[in-house]
């Protein structure tokens, strides 16, 4: 089985993982956290280039941390995509605000500047855009749009660490960035996230947040949870950081090894992940779109026959899960019914190899033109 996903662990991080036993460290709820979390934030810092990095224990936190440090509650509306995962919308919820959601653009499923100026209205307060597969959103309309309504700009970077647009990383241009390290994210801690911001009272808001609102300890000066990263997740994510780029040549170096195979393919009934000079990618889904559904999900069946773990994300989208559909009824969503009808992301992350590239590229070759 080749899974769509997988951390790529090695002697490093089990070592790092043992000496946090050995000194018997496995978490301090002193507020600037342990000293395997202080030296993850570092890193993380380092390789961003912002000022203040908080890290928490999931990236559903650091969304939810993020909307509480933004001051958004009860009675305020948040616009982001349908299409992501559902802990976007859920963190919405968690602070007591509406999610109201917004269709997405066919180039690369990220959320659609028109469709989110329509959906603007006096209660809106914050958007999120969310850099889905590690596709970078438009990040200069949103900044405009953003500025000019005097709303917050909180991205969820979940699934982008490491994309860049126009040169500078996803999760640095909003007042926040939230990330995960979740265990198929790109860096993983097995659980854990984090919160990017260069303003310092939102950081130290943050630091706050994360720990029962208090400063000194027993001294809660506002609303907060135990929301810290434990010793042993800082451990994995410390090391991780540090072989942070070879991450990235291994996917980067996939991904160019499918596109060029499956470039082969003469038809038009697949549509392949393309870069651009604006969108770097950190390569964290390999997202192809087949012309129709039945096409889509015959693909995804018989890779899965054969142990490839081809997977959809995310079908259905967040706004037609029952949930969601009964409690916040959504206009029309044409372009994200569309991409949930029509996307299948391969494996491409660093334990595949060139070998089972070109497995998996036959496959979907095969399929694809016997079905024109
Ligand atoms: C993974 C993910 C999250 C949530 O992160 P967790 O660490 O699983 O809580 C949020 N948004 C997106 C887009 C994600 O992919």
């Given at each position: 089985?080749?899974?769509?996903?997988?951390?790529?662990?090695?002697?490093?991080?089990?070592?790092?993982?043992?000496?946090?036993?050995?000194?018997?460290?496995?978490?301090?709820?002193?507020?600037?956290?342990?000293?395997?979390?202080?030296?993850?934030?570092?890193?993380?810092?380092?390789?961003?280039?912002?000022?203040?990095?908080?890290?928490?224990?999931?990236?559903?936190?650091?969304?939810?941390?993020?909307?509480?440090?933004?001051?958004?509650?009860?009675?305020?509306?948040?616009?982001?995509?349908?299409?992501?995962?559902?802990?976007?919308?859920?963190?919405?919820?968690?602070?007591?605000?509406?999610?109201?959601?917004?269709?997405?653009?066919?180039?690369?499923?990220?959320?659609?500047?028109?469709?989110?100026?329509?959906?603007?209205?006096?209660?809106?307060?914050?958007?999120?855009?969310?850099?889905?597969?590690?596709?970078?959103?438009?990040?200069?309309?949103?900044?405009?749009?953003?500025?000019?309504?005097?709303?917050?700009?909180?991205?969820?970077?979940?699934?982008?660490?490491?994309?860049?647009?126009?040169?500078?990383?996803?999760?640095?241009?909003?007042?926040?960035?939230?990330?995960?390290?979740?265990?198929?994210?790109?860096?993983?801690?097995?659980?854990?996230?984090?919160?990017?911001?260069?303003?310092?009272?939102?950081?130290?808001?943050?630091?706050?947040?994360?720990?029962?609102?208090?400063?000194?300890?027993?001294?809660?000066?506002?609303?907060?949870?135990?929301?810290?990263?434990?010793?042993?997740?800082?451990?994995?994510?410390?090391?991780?950081?540090?072989?942070?780029?070879?991450?990235?040549?291994?996917?980067?170096?996939?991904?160019?090894?499918?596109?060029?195979?499956?470039?082969?393919?003469?038809?038009?009934n697949v549509?392949?992940?393309?870069?651009?000079?604006?969108?770097?990618?950190?390569?964290?889904?390999?997202?192809?779109?087949l012309s129709n559904n039945k096409l889509r999900n015959l693909l995804k069946d018989t890779l899965n026959h054969?142990?490839?773990?081809a997977?959809v994300?995310?079908?259905?989208?967040?706004?037609?899960?029952?949930?969601?559909?009964?409690?916040?009824?959504?206009?029309?969503?044409?372009?994200?019914?569309?991409?949930?009808?029509r996307?299948l992301?391969?494996?491409?992350?660093?334990?595949?190899?060139?070998?089972?590239?070109?497995?998996?590229?036959?496959i979907v070759?095969e399929v694809i033109t016997k079905h024109q």
């Amino acid at each position: 089985m080749i899974p769509i996903n997988k951390p790529w662990i090695g002697e490093d991080e089990k070592r790092e993982v043992l000496s946090v036993l050995e000194e018997n460290s496995l978490t301090t709820a002193a507020k600037e956290g342990g000293k395997r979390v202080q030296e993850f934030e570092r890193l993380m810092r380092d390789f961003l280039k912002v000022k203040y990095v908080i890290s928490v224990n999931s990236g559903t936190s650091a969304l939810h941390a993020a909307l509480l440090a933004a001051d958004i509650h009860n009675g305020d509306e948040v616009l982001l995509p349908s299409f992501t995962f559902v802990a976007t919308a859920n963190s919405v919820l968690a602070v007591g605000a509406k999610p109201v959601f917004v269709d997405i653009n066919k180039a690369d499923y990220t959320i659609d500047v028109e469709n989110l100026r329509k959906k603007i209205t006096n209660k809106t307060k914050a958007i999120i855009p969310v850099h889905l597969y590690g596709h970078p959103s438009n990040m200069d309309e949103l900044l405009e749009i953003a500025r000019n309504n005097s709303l917050q700009l909180i991205e969820d970077a979940c699934q982008s660490l490491g994309s860049a647009y126009k040169n500078k990383q996803t999760g640095t241009f909003g007042t926040m960035g939230c990330f995960s390290m979740y265990a198929s994210k790109v860096l993983t801690a097995g659980e854990g996230g984090a919160i990017v911001t260069d303003d310092y009272d939102i950081a130290e808001k943050l630091k706050m947040i994360r720990n029962h609102g208090m400063v000194e300890g027993y001294d809660t000066k506002i609303f907060g949870l135990n929301l810290r990263l434990p010793e042993l997740s800082a451990a994995i994510a410390k090391i991780q950081m540090h072989k942070i780029t070879q991450i990235f040549q291994r996917r980067r170096h996939n991904s160019k090894l499918m596109t060029e195979l499956l470039d082969t393919i003469s038809t038009n009934n697949v549509i392949l992940p393309r870069e651009s000079q604006d969108k770097k990618y950190n390569w964290y889904l390999y997202t192809i779109c087949l012309s129709n559904n039945k096409l889509r999900n015959l693909l995804k069946d018989t890779l899965n026959h054969y142990g490839i773990g081809a997977a959809v994300y995310y079908n259905p989208p967040v706004h037609l899960t029952p949930y969601y559909q009964f409690k916040f009824p959504s206009s029309e969503l044409p372009n994200t019914i569309w991409a949930a009808d029509r996307v299948l992301s391969l494996p491409i992350h660093p334990l595949v190899t060139e070998e089972q590239i070109t497995d998996i590229s036959n496959i979907v070759k095969e399929v694809i033109t016997k079905h024109q």
